[in-house]
């Protein structure tokens, strides 16, 4: 009986060191969430004051969003909702209280956050997308944009419909014009700096229900402040689009903008890929497959099929002689 009452004593025993341990564990874990939670408050609230601070306007020109708002707005981040998935966040299709649709994006990293709200709060202007609001008590710091509704202008460019373009000559001319003229804007003095984008390209440029240009996706840009003509820094982007003098140089200022322009450009002409691995590797660069397209005036063969055949210019020959010429 006494060996019975020692095992039994000894399983109590043991019973009762494990619940206590298993509370401890429990009490300590609800103890860190806590502290973290408290933690993350007064970051973000050193956050939004650094913001703030930074720019005086920001309070005029976006409204702060609470999460509960936001989670609203996109069915609590339902999939279905989702308008667009990168490295660097997803963004989604909201619908606020007064039925107006809404872009909502969110930020994995801080600094790209940061970088984005203190460019775009800064930036009105028509062909340039707009900031709505802001975020930063939620799982992840959220800007709120307009929603632009008719896709980016890669896809327009490079996905046909039966073979043929989907953007006539002259809108084609008329996109580049509006971008050209955010980045005329941006490359000037605001706010007491210039704004370089140093990501510009086809995708990221978004078209809305009448074909209206509004550049996008600020999360490389950088300032350039009155009296400086560049900042250093490393080259980044997508293929095809990059300055290669910038790239050796470490530089970064408006030239980076203006040539990766001038490949859109070339992409609203041709309808081809800023780079492509399947071609040559002398014309894997599209630039450089222009550039020599000139030079052996062979440019008739690389333009969109669609102004080459008259198509698009029908009875204007005069004006693509002269576009040729210009280029």
Known sequence: MAPLKISLGFSISFFVLLVGLLLRQCIALKISGYVKQIKDYFANAQLEKELVKSNGSVKLATRKFTEKELEEATSKYDDSRTIATGEHGKVYKGILPDKRVVAVKEFKSESRFRTEFEVLSRIKHRHVVRLLGYCIDSRQHTLVYDFINNDTLYKHIQEKNEGSSTLSFELRMKIAAEIAAALAYMHSSTCNSQIIHLNVNSKRILLDENYMARLAYFREAKFVLQGTTHVEGTVRGSSGYLDPESIQSNTLSEKNDVYSFGVVLVELLTSQNAFCKERPEA????????????????????????????????G????????????
């Open 283 to 314: 014309d894997k660069h599209l630039a450089s497959l222009f550039l020599r397209s000139v030079e052996e005036s062979r440019l008739d063969q690389i333009l969109d099929g669609e102004i080459t055949r008259g198509k698009i210019l029908l």
């Open 316 to 327: 204007q020959p005069k004006k693509l002689l002269i576009w040729q010429n210009a280029v």
